[in-house]
């Protein structure tokens, strides 16, 4: 089977906003086993929308298209489907209730513009938005599904996941696709390709590699593909553990999204807690731990140390530590990492200094410098220096995910 | 004029690159005044470049081609066009030197796979592309341009600001577009709307308002067209000038990205610093101060209190303080903003405590309630009160935003 994705806005098209909805939507539907051989960016225009659409309904069995569904002049999605499926509309109760619910949450009374967002078609299922105004939509046509969700990212990857891709399944019977991705730290993408060169060219031909990078990590996907799920899930089991033992100095966990969803994993398992002490990194490691449901449980707190006086006065690194070492340098970062331990009485702690940039360097301590340091409730402090000149922003990505793979190495190699 | 642009590649269809190629290329175009009606993804597919380049003739003026133009098999880009347009594949002299020069300069030898990459379709005028081995081409039929690129951003980028816009430019004289972009938060896109509706039923054909919301914030984006390009922005200007004294109360700046760099600027315009103690919020708040190069000029750091015990030890709010009113209140929060502020002797700081969710809420408390504080150096404090339910990464996008706002909204209404 074939869907093509449409998205639909202005802001697109003149290059406001990047479509990251449409490679979201593509690769949860590829790990579905659902082929996507197109996507379009149109304008929120009434006859572009009704040529995409038609034009698509030759070439694909299911449509997906995102945008124009808002409550302003400019949205204007609904009211074309409508048009186009001869479907009037009209209020559904489900959905104002929602609308209603969701606005007395907010402390905002209800007017007669986001009343309108509870019109839908007469002839369309509609899907649930507990996060906003705008319901999803599902025509069926000749057998074809057309959807449409709202463009707000979180609206519609929460439809994508719950509704249109279970439909998807249930309606079409794609073939089988089973993904197990291996993430790993430490080498890179074409010195792990050399490494297991002989392991990727004695792959079945209905297994394929993937390598895919991101800031200091590397993942590396399997996906086979076939007829009889069981049989290829039994091959790819097997070729992973092949895969394993050459990459165990690197490998840090499965399928996991996020390296702080390991560490969390570990922590909770071990009922053990974890604190940080942030200068370079500026709280980017506290927030990647806690945007994870329940880090309450085993992540106490951060001082983001931004200033000489913050790690001196909160931190009660010594003036003197600082004066003789300078801020970037391992003594600091492990007497920040003991002492944040120790003030916030967790099992373990993570310390960052360094050089972000763009300036700020020298000589002796070049931009892209920095300390990263372990502290543990034994008394042992580990700390390493790493040098990760790049962009600002770059920069702290690699300095959060490096901190985490070191805890989770550490944990790795500790007994429980 | 009406442009169309097809990005080609397999990656792009499975979502494992997110395809910022058709952005920049829109934006660059806009910025020209060239207009994009449509942005179309395919795989790297003889039918699908085919089909896709013959319908788009039928829409658009010009075509603006990326990618599958590599040495590899699976690159079939040039190939269907010198189909297509029955122009045979000849070897180019210039492209060849530039191909053995690149070659040299890497130290590697130019194998035959590589000396392909010289051969073009008889009838295009090449474009050099100095960074990589496979030129751009371009073709004109029936007065239309249909130019190919490699999918490469910087090389395609490179091409496109030094040869493919100008060549548009000179070729089809476009109208004059010009953009305004306005940030506001606190009011949503609905309220906004019915505030502004007759400023918007005023506005003269010539001039479009379109509403880009994202977590806790929405753009106005006011974008004028026309052939005379001085009466166009007189005309923009004004209406600007109309419309910034009905959202005053809820404008934070022109055409930023981000706000925390509006609180950057308005920090370093007054020498004035800012802190944080961040429960909910998790270290966010500090994250996005951070990213921006000279942060420590203005921001001394946050504690991220994720327990009621660093509360209590570290940014020493009372113990029957939180017993009594609760981590998630006014009271709480107050004191934490008071509390950080004088410890780490800032001008102003902003604190946040909340229920993140998913759960953890009560019916006096559900998920998604924040109290927000902000304290100034003559002990003030403004405190309020939102809900933000939705996904918990979400609610702590909007927190931030929220909280990034009422530190601009104040520091707008205080002299300097």
Request: glycine content about 6%; some cysteine.
């Amino acid at each position: 089977m074939n869907t093509h994705i449409i998205n639909i806005g202005d802001e697109l098209l003149i290059g406001q906003v990047i479509n990251t909805n449409a490679s979201w939507m593509a690769l949860q539907l590829n790990l579905s086993g659902v082929n996507v051989s197109k996507t379009i960016v149109i304008a929120d225009s009434e006859k572009e929308i009704e040529n995409s659409i038609l034009s698509s309904l030759k070439e694909a069995d299911c449509i997906l298209i995102t945008g124009g569904l808002g409550p302003t002049k400019d949205d204007i999605t609904k009211t074309t489907l409508a048009k186009l499926f001869s479907s009037p509309l009209i209020e559904n109760k489900e959905v104002l209730e929602n609308i209603k619910n969701i606005f007395s949450l907010r402390g905002f009374p209800l007017t007669s513009t986001n009343r309108k967002q509870a019109l839908v078609p007469k002839d369309c299922k509609v899907i649930n938005n507990p996060y906003g105004t705008a319901p999803g939509m599902c025509f069926e046509k000749d057998n074809k599904l057309i959807i449409s969700m709202p463009g707000v990212p979180f609206e519609m990857q929460n439809m994508m996941t719950n509704y249109v891709i279970p439909l998807i399944l249930s309606h079409y019977k794609p073939i089988a696709i089973i993904h197990k991705t291996l993430l790993t730290c430490g080498l890179g993408e074409s010195f792990l390709s050399d490494l297991i060169e002989p392991f990727e060219l004695s792959l079945p031909k209905y297994i394929k590699l993937a390598y895919l990078p991101s800031a200091n990590f590397l993942r590396l996907r399997l996906s086979a593909k076939g007829e009889n799920r069981d049989s290829i899930e039994k091959e790819l089991n097997n070729q992973v553990n092949k895969l394993l033992p050459l990459i165990k100095d690197y490998f840090i966990g499965f399928d996991f999204d996020d390296p702080s969803l390991v560490l969390a994993e570990e922590l909770k398992k071990r009922k053990q807690t974890i604190s940080t002490a942030e200068s370079c990194t500026g709280g980017n490691i506290a927030h990647r731990i806690t945007i994870n449901p329940g880090a309450s449980q085993y992540y106490k707190g951060s001082v983001v140390s931004y200033s000489n006086q913050t790690k001196i006065q909160v931190l009660g690194v010594e003036k003197e530590f600082i004066e003789t070492f300078g801020a970037v340098s391992r003594e600091v970062a492990e007497k920040m990492a003991k002492n944040v331990r120790e003030k916030l009485n967790t099992t373990y702690s993570i310390a960052t200094t360094g050089i972000a940039g763009p300036s700020g360097g020298s000589e002796e301590k070049p931009v892209g410098d920095i300390w990263i340091a372990i502290a543990c409730e034994n008394g042992d402090v580990i700390s390493k220096k790493f040098n990760f000149y790049s962009s600002r922003e770059n920069f702290i990505s690699r300095a959060t995910n490096q901190a985490l793979f070191m805890i989770i190495n550490l944990l790795s190699t500790t007994e429980i």
